[in-house]
């Protein structure tokens, strides 16, 4: 839980804590409003395939990470 170093960070002005704090709050209130939103394209139903964009998206972050530790 790092709500106690994103407070302490934001008191010190430091903007990713301020920023993050802003996401957390603004999350909730986003994703509502796009659940009650219908859009403009139809959106494919996340059936058995889905399961494969799990694995695949944190060996995608895994390889972000890779990248920006050699930067």
């Given at each position: 839980?790092?709500?106690?170093?994103?407070?302490?960070?934001?008191?010190?002005?430091?903007?990713?804590?301020?920023?993050?704090?802003i996401?957390c709050?603004?999350?909730?209130?986003l994703?509502?409003?796009?659940?009650?939103?219908?859009?403009?394209?139809?959106?494919?139903?996340?059936?058995r395939?889905a399961?494969a964009?799990?694995?695949?998206h944190?060996?995608?972050?895994l390889?972000?990470?890779?990248?920006?530790?050699?930067?």
């Amino acid at each position: 839980n790092a709500w106690p170093q994103m407070f302490a960070g934001a008191a010190w002005g430091d903007p990713i804590s301020t920023g993050s704090i802003i996401a957390c709050a603004l999350a909730p209130v986003l994703g509502i409003a796009l659940l009650r939103s219908k859009p403009g394209f139809a959106v494919i139903p996340m059936r058995r395939w889905a399961y494969a964009i799990y694995p695949l998206h944190f060996l995608m972050l895994l390889g972000v990470r890779a990248v920006l530790e050699g930067v």
